[in-house]
């Protein structure tokens, strides 16, 4: 397995949890009766890192959505912003208050997060600006 040793003595799950108790911050799981420790795991003890983890999930999903329709519709948005399709070139900003994705020559900003592209705009029948 990578990233990951087996633990000898091999410990129980009651030991397991007295070593958490003690201080001892080990990702440590049984697979198929073998104890392995995992680097870098390790316990959460307040709720913080639950909700950094759900946000940056929901970050993740939300850039995932966008890259579709982006790629699906770069040359539509392109055009809806006025901007030059042969130059215009879409870039993701991280500020501290916002991430967005802008088009670089104008500084137009097209979506702020959480925000997905209103794929209705793209229907047949082309946009009108």
């Known amino acids: 397995m990578f990233g990951t040793i087996q633990v000898y003595p091999i410990v129980t799950g009651l030991e397991r949890q007295t070593l958490w108790d003690k201080g001892y911050l080990l990702g440590m799981t049984t697979i198929r009766g073998t104890v392995f420790h995992n680097p870098g795991i390790g316990r959460a003890t307040s709720g913080h890192s639950i909700?950094?983890?759900?946000q940056v999930n929901e970050i993740f999903r939300w850039l995932w959505k966008i890259t579709e329709q982006i790629n699906l519709y770069y040359d539509k948005i392109l055009r809806y912003i006025g901007a030059d399709i042969l130059t215009g070139r879409l870039h993701l900003r991280i500020g501290k208050n916002s991430i967005e994705i802008y088009e670089k020559s104008s500084g137009i900003t097209v979506l702020?997060?959480?925000?997905?592209?209103?794929?209705?705009?793209?229907?047949?029948?082309?946009?009108?600006?």
Do not use: H, M
């Not at 909700?51 to 759900?54: E, I, R």
């Not at 702020?112 to 600006?129: A, H, K, Q, R, W």
């Open 112 to 129: 702020t997060y959480n925000d997905v592209i209103d794929e209705t705009l793209f229907l047949p029948g082309e946009i009108s600006n």
């Open 51 to 54: 909700l950094v983890t759900k």
